[in-house]
């Protein structure tokens, strides 16, 4: 997730960026018309020009560029990688790969809402506290740099059984959420879960990453604190300023529009004067070239030969890092971070189909995206990012800054991070990033995470005694339980290896410890439905009715289900689109994005 809040992306000029209709249901360029909303220039099932479409894939991967490259950096550490850049520049690259995958399967076969893929905070917590068991901790030696050969086999060996180990629970635990979707599961546990339970749950997928974060940062709290400034100046201050591009246009051969630089592109360009200014402290020698020295690793010239030994292309491949390996701590640890991902992502679908001017997505469409995101996590384990992958929230905000809705422009983007993960040079860029860089961009992004969760707040009553019990109860408990259990892990010894790992893992996943207690007090602790939100939360999960036009946007491509593979068995298959002739006709009602 990224700090920016994006106001206007782009006031492109008529030819690129113009949703006037002719009133035959074309558009003036000769696209076809779609039932969009008059605010969006391309809806759901307009096909912009392809340099258009190519523009915008390469910003929703600038927009998500954060998150794809922030999750392998925060895992690095625990899997024994801090001092060995190569191998993150593989794992970033990796990353970008199977996002791309994920994304084309999303756009296509999933929910088919225009909404990108990549990898999740939810995972990063329990992933965090499954390493942290005695039997993954990182040796002494591989702490201290001057011990490390990244080369050698017993280093090599060290990291990946560790990568292994998490590649085989996220590929067991996503079996859990490809059943939830296919089996139509989700539609019966949403009339649980209401605010008061993802509250807790998302704000907790950040709070306890304070500590990655400040260690980053602490590095060097200067280079830190200018990051913060600058992401913080970007996005809020200059949010408003727009500067002027030379624009080619049919009509217009030349002229200027203009651009929200610093809004559109906040993070990117912080992290980029950031890295300058460590290159100029690292050439003036500003910075201490002794290895024991307050702010060496701010020094750019310590990862200098990564660039050099990144193979131009390096194309990842299933199993790259081994067999995976499973344990029945790991796999319970991971299962609550699927979980907390299926509570964001069917949020984001329907805030996805509001800002596009699509009908709300039917329960078929629900558990057919929620079951390819568990396919999607399965390829994330098999490939080995060390994560799973769910939608990026911000990625739907930037929606209605281009003002296209067109789910080929989340083609293009998914094209584009295939072709990125191949190329060996990108990830090795990004892996070289000097660590109190990324602690400041981490301090920003991590704040922001958890006030999402604490926006679902508005719509219950916190008036309510009750209420403010059940929050603020959830989030202390699942701050103080985790620190308390990893401090004393002895303290709950069972005498059974596996229940003793099962329980440790569970307890020190904050957003699971919080997460459930929210959702265990908000169900039993008596208050009416306006009290709970419910009344208002309840509608926005509620299934669109079955038409002609929710067919279009929301079926399987190439009529199937539809028009073809129309079985009468596939009414019982609940992530089946319906066949038309039971449809009634329907006109896509825009809405206006908030």
């Known amino acids: 997730m990224t700090s920016c809040e994006h106001p206007d992306f782009l006031q492109q000029d008529d030819n690129m960026l113009s949703s006037q209709d002719d009133g035959q249901g074309k558009k003036k360029d000769g696209q076809p018309g779609s039932p969009s909303s008059s605010h969006l220039a391309y809806g759901?099932?307009?096909v912009p020009p392809w340099y258009l479409c190519i523009f915008l894939g390469i910003q929703h991967f600038l927009t998500a560029?954060?998150?794809?490259?922030?999750?392998?950096?925060?895992?690095?550490k625990d899997l024994c990688l801090q001092h060995d850049s190569l191998t993150k520049s593989y794992l970033i690259s990796t990353m970008f790969f199977v996002s791309g995958v994920c994304t084309l399967l999303q756009v296509l076969l999933g929910v088919r809402l225009p909404i990108l893929q990549g990898g999740s905070f939810a995972y990063v917590a329990p992933s965090l506290a499954m390493l942290s068991?005695?039997?993954w901790k990182c040796p002494e030696w591989t702490v201290n740099a001057s011990q490390v050969n990244t080369s050698s086999p017993e280093f090599t060996e060290e990291w990946q059984k560790r990568i292994r180990e998490l590649q085989g629970a996220i590929m067991v635990a996503s079996c859990v959420q490809i059943l939830a979707g296919f089996t139509g599961l989700i539609g019966f546990l949403m009339r649980f879960i209401g605010p008061l339970t993802v509250a807790p749950t998302i704000s907790l997928v950040a709070l306890p990453l304070f500590h990655s974060a400040g260690n980053d940062a602490g590095i060097q709290w200067g280079i830190a604190l200018v990051t913060i400034i600058l992401i913080v100046l970007f996005s809020q201050y200059l949010k408003n300023v727009a500067v002027p591009i030379p624009i080619y246009g049919r009509e217009k051969k030349g002229h200027t529009s203009k651009l929200y630089l610093f809004q559109d592109f906040c993070v990117l360009l912080a992290l980029c004067i950031s890295w300058l200014l460590c290159f100029v402290l690292t050439v003036t020698n500003a910075l201490p070239a002794a290895p024991t020295a307050y702010g060496y690793q701010a020094r750019t010239d310590t990862k200098a030969n990564v660039l050099s030994q990144a193979p131009w292309f390096r194309f990842p491949y299933p199993g790259q890092w081994g067999l995976p390996t499973i344990s029945l701590a790991g796999v319970f640890g991971?299962?609550?971070?699927?979980i907390s991902s299926i509570v964001e992502s069917i949020g984001d679908y329907y805030a996805c189909a509001r800002l596009v001017g699509a009908p709300p997505p039917p329960k078929h469409a629900i558990n057919r995206g929620i079951g390819i995101e568990g396919l999607a996590c399965l390829l994330a384990g098999a490939w080995g990012t060390g994560n799973g992958t769910t939608s990026f929230s911000q990625n739907?905000?930037?929606?209605?800054?281009?003002?296209?809705?067109?789910r080929m422009v989340i083609v293009a983007a998914g094209c584009i991070l295939l072709v990125l993960g191949v190329f060996g040079k990108i990830g090795a860029a990004f892996a070289t990033i000097p660590p109190p860089v990324i602690g400041g961009m981490f301090l920003v992004m991590f704040g922001v995470i958890a006030a999402v969760g604490i926006s679902s707040l508005q719509y219950v009553d916190m008036n309510s005694s009750r209420n403010i019990f059940i929050f603020g109860f959830s989030i202390f408990c699942g701050l103080t339980i985790p620190n308390w259990?990893?401090?004393?892990?002895?303290?709950l010894q069972t005498g059974i290896l596996?229940?003793?790992?099962?329980?440790?893992?569970?307890l020190t996943t904050d957003m699971f410890v919080g997460g459930f207690l929210g959702f265990l007090l908000d169900n039993t602790i008596p208050g009416s439905p306006q009290e709970r939100g419910l009344l208002t939360w309840d509608p926005i999960h509620e299934e669109s009715e079955e038409t002609a036009k929710v067919s279009e946007v929301y079926g399987l491509p190439c009529g199937i289900g539809?028009?073809?593979?129309?079985?009468?068995y596939t009414r019982y298959l609940p992530f089946w689109p319906r066949p038309e002739h039971h449809r009634k006709g329907f006109k896509i009602v825009a809405s206006t994005p908030v």
């Open 396 to 406: 739907i905000a930037a929606l209605s800054i281009t003002k296209v809705g067109s």
């Open 485 to 491: 259990v990893n401090k004393n892990p002895e303290m």
């Open 44 to 46: 759901i099932l307009d």
């Open 498 to 506: 596996q229940l003793d790992q099962v329980i440790l893992v569970l």
């Open 334 to 338: 991971i299962t609550a971070g699927v």
């Open 133 to 135: 068991l005695p039997a």
């Open 65 to 76: 560029l954060g998150g794809l490259v922030a999750v392998p950096l925060i895992l690095a």
């Open 562 to 568: 539809t028009k073809f593979c129309t079985s009468s």
